[in-house]
């Protein structure tokens, strides 16, 4: 797809401030909610909670600006939205129950090390994986976060009543509609902020059907600095490496999203712009530990954003980060934005989380087909969505081991590695996987008309 702006280009002030507006609305949810959860079940007093929510917002939109502006060798310098990742709320409520906030903040920043480490090898990561194994991984990112779009639209807990109801179901529908209407018949801006018209439609729809909860800002404060070190560090070294473990669910995550952002973006990415975003995570969690905010990873439904709206440029993504921050600062602001209702999210995440399935599914198109890669590709979806779909596969395993392997993407990734590496490959079949990675590159990921810097 044509792109309507690129990675260094500047759209015009009001455009930007729209286009980075959606890709807030899309993003603040999943920010807001990991806090919610893991505050929620550690019995944390509704002040505490409140800023532990805003530090997340404040930290997120740091790690954004950084990703998307790059600081010295810290930085992917593409349109990466930061935020609370979901791969961490089970080991922080397990780490906090017994340890408190304290111990979670202790033991992810001393897990952040890992990340940051790991980012200084990824040259010889970015060997393992090759257009084959890279398209599989962002496949699955995908297929295997559908279902949080399909718990968007439900809004309850599943096997409730209320569970997807048909007001429900309706309002997702619209903004499905209104997105793929948008998208296909206008142009320009206007087919670029799909997904904010969508949400402002969904919005209007919502508010007519008694359907928007306003409670939220009325009970949020005017003002709210971030309180580093609120609770302190504890040091726990199970609770370090139970964290640790998480923390490599998360490279493999941010591996792939930042392939899929390279395609989206039409831009290549090599193992130096890897490490560069990799140190951004680490570092950005190091930092969301001292100031009291969970870990945070790249968001792939932003990344699908960028795959709609043909706008790829890292400065409007940059602005995205400045009202990350101004939620943070202001939770009045953060406030209205969560009012939006989750089935409205729900209906253009169908479509945000396919286009990321669909550029993973474009790279393996362009793989040479052999029945050695089609055995990958097939044993490495499979794999991923196995657990995905059914997790108590794993109910039986070491403890560790289920929380390295309970994500879809950890599990996928590590098979069609492996796979990759053990099956041999005959000399035809090599000659073809170096055309087609040539085709690939020429194709997918064309060269940046700019340097970025």
């Known amino acids: 797809m044509k792109l309507l702006y690129k990675v260094n280009d500047l759209p015009p002030s009001g455009v930007t401030l ?6 807030m609305l899309a993003s603040i949810g999943g920010i807001v909610t990991v806090p919610l959860i893991v505050g929620g079940a550690l019995g944390l007093p509704a002040d505490e909670l409140v800023t532990l929510i805003s530090a997340s917002l404040f930290v997120s939109g740091v790690a954004t600006i950084v990703q998307c502006m790059g600081v010295g060798p810290v ?6 939205v930061m935020g609370t990742s979901f791969a961490f709320p089970g080991a922080c409520i ?10 979670i903040m202790g033991a992810a920043l001393v897990g952040s090390f890992m990340v940051i480490i790991a980012s200084f090898y990824m040259d010889f990561i970015r060997k393992l994986f ?10 699955l990112i995908g297929l295997t976060i559908l279902p ?3 718990g968007w639209i439900g809004d309850a807990p599943a096997g409730h009543p209320e569970f997807a109801s048909l007001p429900k179901v309706f309002l997702s529908v619209i903004s499905l509609m209104v997105v793929i209407g948008v998208s296909i018949f206008c142009k320009g801006a206007i087919a670029a902020s799909a997904i904010a018209i969508s949400l402002g439609v969904g919005y209007i729809v919502a508010l007519m059907m008694g359907m928007v909860d306003m409670s939220h800002i009325a009970e949020a404060a005017w003002f709210s600095a971030p309180s580093p070190l609120m609770y302190g560090l504890t040091f726990s070294l199970p609770a370090i490496i139970s964290m640790t473990l998480v923390y490599v669910v998360v490279v493999a995550e941010a591996t792939g999203d930042f392939m899929a952002l390279g395609s989206n973006c039409h831009v290549p990415v090599d193992g130096k712009d890897l490490r560069r975003g990799l140190l951004g995570d680490g570092l950005g969690c190091s930092f969301g530990a001292i100031f009291t905010a969970l870990p945070v990873a790249s968001f792939s439904q932003n990344v699908g954003i960028v795959g709609i709206s043909g706008v790829a440029s890292r400065y409007v993504v940059a602005v995205t980060g400045i009202l990350l921050i101004a939620g943070g600062l202001f939770p009045k602001f953060a406030a209205l934005a969560v009012t939006v209702p989750k089935p409205v999210l729900g209906g253009v995440g169908f479509v945000m989380f396919g286009m990321i399935a669909y550029a993973g599914i ?3 198109v362009k793989t040479a087909d052999s029945r050695r890669n089609a055995i990958i590709i097939c044993v490495g979806l499979s794999s991923g969505m196995a657990v995905t779909v059914e997790p108590n596969l794993l109910q039986h395993f070491p403890e560790q081991l289920k929380m390295l392997l309970h994500s879809g993407i950890t599990t996928g990734t590590l098979v069609t590695v492996a796979l990759n590496l053990i099956l041999p490959k005959s000399k035809k079949s090599k000659a073809a996987e170096d055309d087609a990675a040539d085709v690939t590159a020429k194709s997918i990921l064309t060269k940046p008309d700019k340097k970025m810097s």
Do not use: D, K, W
């Not at 930085?75 to 990466?80: A, E, F, Y």
């Not at 090759?130 to 496949?139: A, D, I, N, Q």
């Open 18 to 23: 729209l286009l980075a507006l959606q890709h």
């Open 75 to 80: 930085g992917i310098r593409l349109p990466v």
């Open 94 to 103: 397990a780490i906090g129950t017994s340890g408190g906030v304290a111990t």
């Open 130 to 139: 090759p257009t084959l194994v890279s398209g599989v991984v962002v496949t």
């Open 362 to 364: 474009r790279m393996l």
């Open 148 to 150: 949080v779009a399909m």
